[in-house]
């Protein structure tokens, strides 16, 4: 199994930046693809960007020119660089990954608040 650490969530205001970390260690084989969740209150988690072993990347339509997803395949862990940040982003972040046969490992969330 794979465990997830994520840092980087805080508080910003309307326009600023964050960059969200997440650090995998344990199992390391056979990963897929590795990405970011977020959930806001009294709504359901939903995809924010995912990379892929190959390098490709997807982004939900709310966060395209504003979020970049990247991954240090040597220190197993992803990034999602957050940019002209919105108070509609404001949600915990989950990481996960996914492997073949062991399916996904989800981190514990880091909260990112857009407020001014």
């Known amino acids: 199994q794979v465990q997830l650490a994520e840092s980087g969530g805080g508080l910003v205001q309307p326009g600023g930046s964050l960059r969200l970390s997440c650090a995998a260690s344990g199992i390391m084989f056979s990963i897929t693809a590795m990405g970011w969740y977020r959930q806001a209150p009294g709504k359901e988690r939903e995809l924010v960007a995912g990379?892929?072993?190959?390098?490709?990347?997807h982004y939900d339509n709310s966060v395209k020119g504003r979020f970049t997803i990247s991954r240090d395949n040597a220190e197993n862990t992803v990034y999602l660089q957050m940019s002209r940040l919105k108070p509609e982003d404001t949600a915990v972040y989950y990481c996960y990954v996914d492997q073949i046969i062991m399916g996904r490992s989800w981190g514990q969330g880091t909260q990112v608040t857009v407020s001014s």
């Open positions: 990379i892929f072993t190959d390098g490709g990347t």
